[in-house]
């Protein structure tokens, strides 16, 4: 990490200000503001088809708002280019991957991609990486195919690339879909170990007592942001009986 | 074209060598072979000329095909073969009109690398529709050639069969020439773009959200596509060149890691292509098909490898107990309803 790091540390990892976005004439994030401080650990809730996925990918600089804003670390987020700091594992990444005849170590070893797209890694990429296999606890399965993992251990090795990047911002997309329950209770673990070590998490979950076991603060969103705090009191409001409504969320969310 | 000018003018400057490496290097290694294997086959220079040329195939063929089949866009190679037909039969049918003397390899060249871009477009903004876009793209460039043939008259359509099934006989010392020279610039290219090509193929969103340009290491993709496809079919066929980035592939697939299922696709492939041309010697029959066909059989050959050695791997599962570590069973909870009452696994 560079002088840029300390330069932008005292800001606000994500910045939302009025934020929007539709498919189409569908809106699927309505006015959303919300500001998330280097550290959090943010459970991002909400019923199926609420925009969580898409208000992930607008912090992430992924797709664009029709209106207000996001910054990243400080720069708006489409045109954010430190990709190191941000690591992300997108919904389903993890199913797709296990078809590839890849490597743990391949795919945590590109985690340092974003540092070395060229070149030969230098002994503090391998350090690393070694070290994010060990912290996810993968360092007898280096040379296994990802594919041929458990949900459990495949989630790691994702763990370990954002890891090896030694990025400031972790972003999970529903992660544990598929994962035995004890190896679900052993990664919320390693995050909140993480959390601790001051990586910022933004984790959408539809486990909502995972969530508010784990997570620091909790940001409710149905397209619109209605709770954002912490996980107390989220759990005295019915902010979640707001958002999920009277069941119209199931019945509309049909993609 | 830019890119096509310093490409011939790289091509002119590296003629006096590439003669030079085709006779006394390559040619009298090739003398060497024959002699010392009792082959007279590989006296023949037009036979050294195939094996060459299909030595490169079983390069290049794979190492951009692996990229390929692993973001599902092995039709891709399809589609750019039949339009890069259509671009034979443009340059064919201005020279032609014009009187002029263009090779028409270089105008498939151009027509396919556009077409590639062109098809990235398609992908990148693609929904459901690609397939059919690719579909029409595919029989459109395919019409376009044939149309335009027919459509001059003269003899154009007398060298088309080797345009369309491929041949050994024809590969001249221009296309070789080209050949190595594809073989030079996409393996370099591919070396020096390994880890983002990779990124973008295991998991195109976390590679755009670590800044990596997903869209400009599409584009590069079927660039390169183009450029194998194009070399490539002069011995192959336009028909069927699309395979040779696919079988040896599918064919190394079992290969634990990335780089290993390259090398080995790359094994595969020169296997498939040496065995191809030598039949197809043999017996006077089609290079382009008994490439293929080689190619199918050593695949249904690994097939059954793979099962046995799974069968074998069963069976050490149950006398070595403490394997079973690793195999974690997935126990059902996953399955319970979520606290949304949602139901996003099963719809995908």
Redesign the interface.
């Known amino acids: 990490m560079t002088g840029a790091t300390v330069e932008t540390a005292p800001k606000a990892v994500v910045t939302a200000d009025d934020v929007s976005f539709a498919f189409g004439d569908r809106p699927v994030v309505d006015d959303v503001s919300l500001t998330i401080e280097p550290g959090t650990f943010l459970g991002l809730v ?3 088809g609420s925009g969580k996925t898409t208000l992930v990918e607008l912090m ?3 797709r664009r708002p029709d209106s207000g804003q996001v910054r990243l670390f400080g720069t708006p987020a489409h045109e ?5 700091r ?8 993890t ?3 296990g ?5 743990v ?3 945590v070893t ?1 985690g340092r ?2 540092h ?3 070149g030969r890694f230098s002994d503090s990429d391998r350090q690393a990486i070694d070290e994010a296999l060990e912290r996810v606890g993968l360092t007898e ?1 280096t ?3 990802v594919g041929r993992l ?4 495949r989630q790691r090795v994702f763990i370990a ?1 954002a890891l090896a ?1 030694q990025a400031d911002l972790l ?1 999970l997309d ?1 992660p544990t ?5 004890e ?2 209770d052993a990664f919320y673990d390693l995050l909140r170990d993480l959390n601790a070590t001051g990586i910022t998490i933004v984790l959408i979950e ?4 995972v969530v508010t076991t784990h997570a620091t603060e909790i940001a409710c969103i149905n397209r619109k942001l209605h709770f954002h705090g912490d996980p107390e009191t989220f759990a005295e409001t019915n902010a979640l009986a707001d958002a ?1 409504g009277d ?1 119209r ?2 019945l509309e ?1 049909d ?1 | 074209m830019f890119e096509m000018t310093s490409l011939l003018t790289v091509k002119l400057f590296a003629f006096a060598p590439f003669n030079w490496f085709l006779e006394d290097a390559y040619g009298a290694f090739m003398e060497a072979l024959a002699k010392a294997l009792g082959l007279p086959v590989l006296e023949y220079a037009f036979m050294q000329r195939a094996y060459l040329a299909a030595i490169c195939i079983g390069v290049i063929g794979p190492l951009v095909g692996t990229f390929l089949v692993h973001r599902e866009m092995s039709m891709i190679a399809d589609t750019l073969a039949h339009t890069a037909f259509a671009g034979v039969a443009v340059g064919l049918f201005v020279n032609n009109a014009l009187s002029l003397s263009l090779s028409p390899i270089h105008s498939a060249l151009v027509v396919a690398i556009g077409t590639a871009l062109l098809v990235e477009l398609l992908v990148q903004y693609g929904d459901v529709t690609t397939d059919t876009s690719l579909a029409m793209i595919l029989t459109g460039g395919f019409a376009l050639g044939s149309v335009l043939i027919t459509a001059t008259d003269g003899g154009i359509a007398v060298g088309i069969d080797a345009y369309l099934f491929g041949s050994l006989t024809t590969v001249s010392r221009a296309s070789v020439g080209l050949l190595v020279l594809m073989t030079g610039l996409v393996s370099v290219a591919v070396v020096i773009t390994y880890r983002p090509l990779l990124y973008v193929t295991f998991d195109a969103t976390a590679a755009r959200a670590a800044g990596i340009s997903v869209v400009w290491y599409n584009r590069l993709m079927v660039v390169l596509t183009a450029l194998v496809v194009v070399s490539a079919m002069q011995v192959m066929g336009v028909i069927l060149v699309a395979a040779m980035l696919v079988i040896p592939v599918a064919t190394a697939d079992s290969a634990r890691s990335f780089k290993r299922s390259i090398l080995a696709g790359i094994l595969v492939a020169e296997v498939t292509v040496i065995t191809g041309v030598t039949l197809s010697y043999q017996y006077g029959i089609a290079a382009g098909g008994t490439i293929v066909l080689t190619g199918i059989g050593l695949y249904v050959l690994s097939l059954g490898g793979r099962r046995l050695g799974l069968r074998t791997r069963a069976w050490r599962r149950i006398g070595r107990p403490g394997e079973r570590v690793f195999t974690r069973i997935i126990d059902n909870t996953a399955s319970e309803p979520k606290a949304d009452g949602g139901t996003e696994d099963e719809e995908r």
């Not at chain 1, 954010?80 to 190191?84: A, L, M, R, T, Y």
């Not at chain 1, 458990?150 to 251990?153: K, N």
């Not at chain 1, 879909?177 to 329950?181: F, L």
């Not at chain 1, 539809?206 to 007592?209: L, N, P, R, S, W």
Request: hydrophobic share 40%; proline share 5%.
């Open positions: 909400g019923p199926n992430l600089g992924l954010f280019d430190d990709g190191e941000v690591a992300y594992v997108a919904q389903h990444a199913k797709a991957a078809r590839m005849p890849v490597t170590r391949e795919a590109m991609y974003p070395r797209l060229i399965l040379e296994r195919r458990s949900g459990g251990q690339r990047a972003v529903e879909v598929g994962v035995d329950a190896s679900r539809h486990d909502i007592g999920y069941g969320a199931v969310h993609h």
